[in-house]
């Protein structure tokens, strides 16, 4: 019999991407092309040989070389030819996110060399990643296409015991931003539990491979390095898995020695004792079962649980203590929380009363800490054995509970105090080192939480505007991210069901850089955030204080833990937190702004065109206002004489006008294509990596970072941006500022601590803007704005706007509007790759959340086939202006509920985030300003929607209700109770519903919005001025269906550029191609074949043969191109089912959208 | 000695200069943008940072020139791209005479392509503005000097207006009147070179002195160009001179 089992388990979860049944399945197929599937589990695959029956007979896909099997069941490896490959695993790469975890004895043959036996691999893949022993040192490397890059060993001097098995797991995450020109790996190793090794790899990531996986050797170095000994297990994963998972990986493996305390097995007996205390039908005794369980598998006195047990039977309440003080019980409104004094002092329980069940994980460390020492790096935590962590005091009120744990280790000491008011925990973690011993990194809070099982349990990231991820950890939801940045930004998570959940976050008011993780497994919820401490150069020694973080029992979503966060941000005020609403010192033309357009033309008759056709002025965002090539000499932005005109232009027009400028590199070669100032200027204010070196970035060229604490860096910038102002510039752009992660800078030069994480913001950018704000309202600009990228909240009491451009997550909530509308405005959203009504959802929802509209591309938004686009903008432009008030002043409420239940829409909204989302036909919001109510209604579809809106106004309270209908039809109902409200909306249409309490005047809020709704009204008599052109009636050539039709030889192409010599279009975006009259005789065809090139990664957009007219005739055909064809030269067919039979001659057109430029060659129907 | 000699030289030319400068210069920097923006009574224009060309070019009673593009160029007998002078961004400012009777301005860059790549054999440009008090003309005199000898066409002073042509009236002295619209058939470059241009319209006239060509576009037949061209420039140094007039 056979014991072991190999595993390989593949989960595709990327960053924050979920995997959902629908498309869990055809990855499940996929791989069985390549494993054996194991019937019945999900989500994992799983390959298995056992159960004594031949290897390569039960397991095709393993390839064994001069194995054999050992007594123990796992697979023997000779140290010298000993092989395995597991077969077709040429796709398996680490790509974004992976685990390997595998259980090896490593015992070289006798008659071993020195050099054989110091060589033992565990995993190889080739030209991609190594993970062995070199010496008595534990190795991993990476390749990056050009080099092994990524060496990083053990902390420990391993000496393996010949006899005894041991896990090694390998975690590698794999970040990239292109936009913010982030690459960096992050790889920890652990050794039977425990974590050995961590570092992070800037600008350095695995190259892909398809060599096999090799498990036991490495064959890619010339000599094989080969392991002697025995493979007893291997398991794969394509995500990173929590610590507690490795360690339940570990400790389920009875051959493996955990290198951490285990948690017990409840013995026998103790479970019915346990049991019967559960059966009590008071909550709080329930919880007392549930505090002795989670103590005993802490490590807590198993003989003792017994005793403890039987204190509370027949009891009405718990005790303020058990077990003589071992455990201090503090219960508190909703919750219980028990504090241990043994075996270790730490959290051992959070009991939820009202919902019945214990929230807390025993598996929860609490805190963590990296201390340098020397050369070397290693992780230690106050439950850490030989680790003396003490509860050292505990002070009772009535409304609250005191208590401070205190550790001492030979690299220092840390004190967590913590305070508890039966909703809320905050607490505090105080760390001093030792001479000698660096805290690197501090992780506080550390916990983790048990999984929700009431209905659906969802998990709040801070990811961009706010994202919820559902069935959190049935999916396994990952998420971890720097913050702050626009993939973290703010502090808080959130997990919760329908009876309740935990709020969570550092709330920081500093602002400083952390590391937030939050990862799910089969334990729950492990959430860890992780500060940079930083010290003083030339000291050997260092403290720091974390903030103050909370953790706080609510019920309800992500709304009410929006809130928590919002009062605490009142409470505390932050620098970037505004009192004030809207924010005093954003100018009233940037609260009042409505519309977005990314500006790069030489002329600006089309913004004009389109700004009379809105009828309100446009803000241009001003790209290439120079003639510049965009991303190069940074950070030098001379101005040209065209920059003059276009300005004086505009602003002549009335437009705003904001030129972009970078706020964060400089280009190696920063002089066209050499160096002029890099090393005499820029070198002495560039970010310094640890090892001295200025960290360098790779984008559409070489970059290094600015530290912005050194007074060059802001000077040259606020010299720069001065210009342009001084000029006349409405604003400026900085890219990136609130969008890139921020960097440890090693360079004592700069006067700020080492590698701290309070400098990049608080010592760096927060300086310059305060100086730019200084500067400019000095000089008379006082209407100037600043806009930058994404939307890290710390910037939202300096920066008047932020780009959430990539808001186009499925999941994601207005949390950042909940919080920071008024405070800061958010300036628009990349518009290109929309497919279905994803691009109605997307500026509706920009209106429903607040936002300002666009940012459009001049050339998308004045497209003539945006006809019903436009109108539809031009809606929600006016419908923004009449809500101005609630969005600026007043504050959003609750997501209104509609009595009839519609199921959601599926459609892409772009090429960022998880590109799809789902949205109802009719998205709405709910602001509140004023004691007034308003609800906003907008219809993302072509079809009339009707609906019944839940009022929920208070019981009782006498309203008074107007409704403006986008369509023109007002209606004002008297003072009344009332519940509900049906509507009828038009296609694409909007509608405004007031509720103003009976008593309260708001004729002037009526009538502004009454105007603007008349106006809307109006949308379509307006002369569009890029309306699509009626006249296609050109005669040409009739020609038969079923030849190929050329798109070189069509009557007129239009949106592309014909490539006569090269026989096809391209350059095909919003494009029409008018191919005449076709004959489709008398039999209608069943499909089309049209052949287009382009690159997987742009794949996505939508291609509509029409009937008749290219935007008013009926549809032939449609598709998504779902699927790149290689490169811009590598034509496929597609084939297109016909949805409208066809015979006859009639007139046919392409049209091709969605697409950001792809090649057609030809079509034919078939 | 030569030391006082020295130092009451410096005395005297800073006294000139502070005299000069309070008598009246021709240029005046805008404090905000950089700009030089120069006026001798006859015409105005401004020579903005970093860029080779002047910009804003008014006749004395305020008439501007119509927005052109200065495309000025140099292309390798060889082949590839372009180079234009006015997509460099850091041309240096060199005001070398500013007295009020004369102001003599050097612009200093290179030639550039779109992304921003200096063109090949470190082409050193300079053009030199001469403005004069009682002149009604500028003259410019451009000096190109390189590493290597590598065969090119250079096109100086050559402004362009796309779309609708803003001139009414072409005038060369040969009598070959160019009539707008004439354009039909022609080619690139049809007209070789001439010592004295004129282009008129209802209230402004330009006139252009030295070796130049007129043309039209062969792609835009509403587009005019004008300019001096030195077909093939194989030696390391060149310099050629215009004077133009706007009234």
Redesign the interface.
Same mark, same amino acid.
């Given at each position: 019999m056979f014991s072991s089992i190999i595993r390989i388990i593949e989960l595709y979860l990327f960053q924050i991407m979920i995997i959902r049944k629908s498309f869990l399945f055809p990855v499940v197929l996929m791989l069985a092309g390549i494993f054996t599937v194991s019937a019945g589990v999900m989500p994992a695959v799983q390959v298995k040989w056992h159960n004594g029956q031949s290897i390569p007979e039960n397991v095709p896909q393993l390839i064994l070389k001069n194995t054999r099997l050992a007594p123990g069941g796992a697979l023997a490896m000779n140290g010298e030819t000993s092989e395995i490959a597991v077969k077709d695993s040429g796709n398996w790469n680490v790509a974004a996110a992976a685990t390997l975890h595998g259980v090896f004895r490593i015992a070289p043959p006798e008659n071993s060399t020195p050099e054989n036996a110091g060589h033992d691999a565990f995993f190889y893949k080739h030209n991609q990643l190594f993970l062995g022993v070199i010496g008595e040192k534990i190795y991993f490397n990476f390749f990056n296409g050009s080099a092994w890059v990524g060496a990083l060993y053990g902390n420990i001097s391993f000496k393996p015991e010949p006899d005894r098995f041991y896990s090694f797991t390998l975690t590698v995450k794999v970040h990239r931003d292109i936009a913010q020109g982030e690459l960096w790996t992050d790889v920890e190793i652990y050794l039977d539990g425990a974590c050995i090794a961590q570092k992070r790899f800037d600008q350095l990531a695995p190259a892909e491979s398809s060599a096999p996986l090799e498990i036991g050797c490495a064959t890619g170095f010339g000599e094989v390095w080969h392991l002697g000994g025995e493979v007893g297990g291997v398991q794969l994963y394509r995500r990173i898995l929590a610590e507690s998972e490795i360690r339940q990986l570990v400790t389920a493996d009875d051959r493996v020695t955990p290198a951490f305390d285990v948690p017990r097995q409840l013995p026998d007996g103790l479970n019915e004792e346990l049991a019967r205390i559960e059966a009590s039908a008071i909550p709080e005794i329930r919880a007392g079962a549930s505090i002795i369980r989670n103590w005993v598998l802490a490590g807590g006195d198993a003989g003792n649980a017994v005793t403890l047990c039987r204190q509370l039977y027949g009891k009405k309440e718990l005790p303020q203590t058990l077990g003589g003080g071992t455990l201090e019980i503090f219960k508190l409104g909703d919750s219980i929380l028990t504090v241990c004094r043994r075996p270790r002092a730490g959290i051992v329980s959070w009991y939820d009363l009202r919902a019945n069940r214990e929230m807390w994980h025993y598996a929860g460390k609490l805190w963590s800490v990296k201390i340098k020492h020397g050369s070397t790096a290693t992780v230690s935590s106050a439950t850490d054995p030989g680790v003396n962590t003490q509860l050292v005091s505990v002070e009772r009120s009535t409304d609250n509970v005191t208590f401070v744990f205190s550790t001492n280790a030979v690299w220092g000491i840390g004190e967590v105090r913590g305070v508890f008011d039966g909703k809320r925990l905050e607490m505090q973690l105080h760390t001093v080192s030792e001479p000698g011993f660096i805290i690197d990194t501090v992780t506080f809070p550390a916990f983790v939480l048990q999984p929700f099982r009431q209905g659906r349990d969802d998990l709040l990231v801070p990811c961009m505007s706010g994202r919820v991820i559902e069935n959190a950890v049935e999916n396994r939801a990952s998420y971890s991210s720097d913050y702050p940045r626009g993939y973290c930004s703010m502090q808080l998570g959130a997990y919760y069901d329908a009876a309740g959940g935990v709020y969570f976050s550092s709330e920081d008011p500093t602002g400083q850089m952390k590391k937030l993780d939050f990862l799910t497994g089969s334990s729950g919820l492990s959430v860890a955030y992780t500060f940079f401490p930083g010290w003083q150069y030339g000291k050997d020694h260092n403290e720091f204080t974390t903030s103050n973080c909370a953790l706080e029992l609510f019920r309800g979503n992500w709304y009410q833990a929006g809130l928590i966060y919002r009062r605490n941000l009142e409470k505390t005020s932050p620098v970037w937190w505004s009192a004030e609403q809207p924010r005093r010192s954003i100018p009233q033309w940037m609260q009042n702004n409505l519309i977005w357009v990314r500006f790069e033309d030489r002329k600006l008759d089309d913004a004009l065109k389109l700004q009379e056709f809105i009828g309100e002025p446009l803000a241009l965002h001003w790209y290439l206002w120079?003639?510049?090539?965009f991303d190069? /000499?940074y950070p030098f932005f #001379?101005?040209? #004489?065209f920059t003059? @005109?276009i300005l004086g232009q505009a602003r002549a027009a009335g437009m705003r006008v904001v030129p972009y400028v970078n706020g964060r590199i400089w280009e190696v070669k920063d002089?066209? /294509? @050499?160096i002029r100032a890099t090393d005499s200027l820029g070198r002495p204010n560039f970010v310094t990596g640890e090892n001295g070196q200025p960290v360098l970035e790779r984008g559409v060229v070489s970059y290094h970072v600015l530290c912005f604490a050194t007074p060059f860096s802001r000077d040259h910038l606020l010299g720069e941006m001065t210009?342009l102002i /001084?000029?006349g510039c409405d604003g400026i752009y900085i890219d990136q500022v609130a969008a890139a992660a921020g960097k440890r800078c090693y360079n004592p030069g700069h006067r700020h601590d080492i590698a701290a994480g309070d400098v990049w913001f608080r010592h760096g950018h927060l300086p310059l803007l305060q100086q730019a704000r200084a500067r400019w309202a000095a000089s008379g600009h006082r209407e100037t704005v600043i806009t930058s990228e994404d939307n890290s909240e710390i910037y939202a009491g300096h920066i008047d706007g932020l780009l959430g451009w990539r808001w186009m997550y499925d999941g994601q909530v207005p949390l950042f509007m909940l919080i920071y509308s008024g405070r800061t405005q958010l300036v628009g959203l990349d518009y290109s790759n929309e497919l279905g009504n994803g691009i109605y959802a997307k500026l509706a929802t920009q209106l429903i959340w607040g936002e300002q509209l666009g940012w459009f591309m001049m050339s998308y938004i004045t497209s003539p086939y945006q006809h019903n686009f436009r109108l539809f903008l031009r809606r929600t432009a006016l419908c923004r202006k009449a809500m101005l008030d609630f969005f600026n002043r007043g504050m959003m409420l609750e997501v209104p509920q509609f009595t009839q239940s519609v199921p959601d829409i599926r459609a892409r909204w772009g090429m960022h985030g998880t590109q799809y989302l789902h949205t109802p036909p009719v998205v709405s919001s709910r602001w509140k300003w004023n004691n007034i109510e308003s609800f906003i209604l907008a219809n993302t579809t072509e079809s009339i929607q009707k609906n019944c809106l839940k009022l929920d106004l208070p019981e009782k309270a006498r309203y008074k209700l107007y409704v403006f209908n986008g369509n023109g039809k007002f209606e004002t109902l008297e003072p009344g109770i009332y519940r509900e409200k049906s509507f009828e909306l038009d296609p694409l249409q909007l509608m405004l519903i007031l509720a103003v309490p009976e008593n309260e005047d708001a004729s002037i809020t009526v009538e502004n919005i009454r105007r603007e709704f008349a106006r809307i009204a109006e949308s379509e008599n307006i002369p569009d001025p890029f309306a699509p052109r009626m006249d296609y009636s050109a005669p040409g050539p009739v020609t038969p269906a079923g030849q190929w039709h050329d798109g070189t030889k069509a009557l007129s192409v239009e949106g592309g550029r014909v490539e006569f010599q090269r026989n096809f279009v391209s350059h095909c975006n919003e494009c029409v191609i008018d191919f005449g009259t076709i004959d489709f005789g008398e039999t209608a065809p069943a499909e089309l074949e049209a052949e287009f090139a382009l690159p997987g990664h742009l794949a996505g957009g939508k291609v509509v043969f029409m009937l008749d007219h290219p935007v008013n005739g009926t549809v032939l055909a449609e598709r998504i191109l779902d699927q790149g064809s290689g490169s811009w030269s590598n034509f496929r067919a597609y084939r297109f089912p016909v949805l409208h039979p066809v015979t006859g001659q009639r007139k046919v057109f392409i049209r091709i959208g969605g697409i950001f430029l792809c090649n057609f060659k030809r079509w034919r129907a078939l | 000695m030569m030391k006082t000699i020295k130092i009451l030289t410096v005395m005297l030319l800073l006294i000139s200069g502070i005299s000069s400068y309070a008598s009246g210069s021709m240029c005046q920097r805008d404090q905000r943008s950089g700009a030089l923006n120069i006026d001798n009574g006859y015409f105005s224009f401004t020579l903005f940072p970093g860029h080779m060309f002047p910009v804003w070019i008014k006749n004395a009673g305020g008439t501007g020139l119509p927005p052109c593009r200065f495309l000025d160029r140099i292309t390798f007998l060889k082949g590839g791209p372009a180079y234009f002078l006015d997509m460099d961004l850091y041309a240096e400012t060199v005001i070398l005479a500013d007295t009020p009777e004369r102001l003599l301005i050097e612009k200093r860059g290179t030639y550039c392509d779109n992304p921003q790549h200096a063109a090949p054999g470190n082409i050193r440009v300079t053009y030199a503005y001469l403005i004069e008090r009682g002149k009604p003309y500028v003259t410019l005199t451009m000096t190109l000097a390189r590493d290597n000898e590598e065969p090119a066409e250079v096109r100086f002073f050559h402004p362009a207006w796309s779309g609708a042509t803003p001139w009414h009236e072409v005038i060369m002295p040969e009598d070959k009147n160019f009539a707008v619209g004439r354009g039909d058939g022609v080619t690139d470059e049809m007209y070789g070179p001439v010592q004295h241009l004129s282009l008129k319209n209802d209230s402004l006239t330009l006139q252009v002195s030295g070796v130049v060509r007129f043309f039209c576009n062969r792609f835009n037949r509403n587009s005019f160009l004008l300019g001096g061209i030195k077909d093939v420039w194989k030696s390391r140094e060149l310099t050629m001179q215009v004077t133009f007039t706007v009234k």
């Open positions: 120079n003639g510049q090539t190069r /000499d #001379p101005p040209s #004489p003059v @005109e002089f066209r /294509d @050499e210009r /001084d000029m | -």
